[in-house]
């Protein structure tokens, strides 16, 4: 017999109980599925057994890495649902999971035996509610890294073939689910009867798998599809698998082949051309007040001084007005519910002040302006003026910025509201996302110990709180934009590696930060790394590496 400490308790078991016996047994959770445990502050499994005296933290679905395993093994479990109802047909297929769409994933299918249809994915969501009831097993097995790159190779699998190219590591697991077998970057639930909330719908040229939202993990979330969002990200991946580095084993083939700078030389100029032709709409509009507003990490500094040299270069005059200098004196910040300032409600900001300003200057008025003391928690007016003239224009930034009560004394045909977020469009490969928070995540790691002082584990611990602030603050209102700018780069994780592995080793093994920092670790890993010195010194990705010729 050994003891096991659960919180405040400790048993006595026997020696070689699994994680998920003793889940049962002694787990309590307030929502979702315990799907994880920590053993000795060590991320497990459930099908791990206990050996020894030890102590035990449970992981529901209601907490990120939780949520993030039920959303891997549900991949898995339709990867496995439309293979099956595929073989009754006699048909094949090759399905891509491309992004994220309505709490949800948007996904392509390929076959040349049958078409796509919501009579097709009725029958997929049957067969997966069937694997559900059943109670199937998802076991992890371990290949040497050759071998396992043999059997992809004569399955066709390119994507898993050029992944494994550039493994370093000698062995890989791969998750088995009855007869179907594939490789995925994460944990896993242990059985196909955790996984009972979800919904395929058709859209577009290809379906979504809706799942809950994980603020309500016990309903399918509605189906809401943001079409501008959508398209957008469509557009992204389109031209990834045009220049065929739509995942990170095509990447790594154009570092290895030695295209990487041509690679980022095309998409500097296409990320110019968009900027170019989003000032040539603002001009042909008239447009007066440019709002621009984005969600951490978005580049939105660098991006809106591309856009002011794209409007002079137009014979347009801009003037950046930054939101944050509306910040109201520090005595009078909100606080949140934990009692520390929330600086990212809309309340932090002088709504009044701000609208008052802005219909100043577009009477003709001159207006002192102000500049935000953040040193001191206050405003401060420094003398700094403005004036707008025929042909000036105002360049606002901030995360308010499409809020309609931020700007709501405005006249609507004056403004001009730009979305800008770091969109990724690579994927690890056709089964394995990339999330674009882990590629905000991973920029504002390196900008803020460039640039604050911060640690990794400082800009990690607060990320959760930044997350919840664009939920509220910024996500609602991104359809709300006239047009929407992605400010991700294709090559930039290859790029970012160098600058954030080192930030991210010296986060300790104790720290509560320290299991992201191992995750974000293992994902890097699966990169070539590449050299910055070639990168455009107006390149968005100078705000976050440095060497930017902008003042960011």
Known sequence: MIQVTIGDKTHEVEEGVSLEELAVKYGTCEKGDIVLAYMDNHLCELYKTVQESTEVRFVSTAEKIGF???????????????????????????????FSVSKGFYCELESREVNLSQELLNEVEDKMRQLVRADIPIVKNTYKSHDLMKRFEAQGRKDKVQLFKYRRASNANVYRLDDFEDYYYGFMVTSTRYLKFFALYAYEDGFVLQLPARSNLGEIAEFNPQKKLFSVLKQADDWGVMLNVDTVGGLNDAIANGEINDLMLVQEALQEKNIAKIAERICKEDKKIILIAGPSSSGKTSFSHRLSIQLRAMGMRPHPVALDNYFVNREHTPKDENGNYDFECLEAVDVAQFNEDMMRLLNGEEVKMPTFNFLLGKREYRGNTLKLEESDVLVIEGIHGLNPKMSERLPDDSKFKIYISALTQLNVDEHNRVATTDGRLIRRIVRDARTRGNTAQMTISMWESVRRGEEHNIFPYQEEADVMFNSALIYELSVIKPYVEPLLFAIPKDAKEYQEAKRLLKFLDYFLGVGSENIPNNSILREFVGGSCFPV
């Open 68 to 98: 993030d395993t039920y959303k891997r093994s549900m991949i898995l479990m339709m990867m496995k649902a439309f293979r099956d109802v595929l073989r009754t047909k006699g048909a094949t297929g090759r399905i891509r999971v491309l």
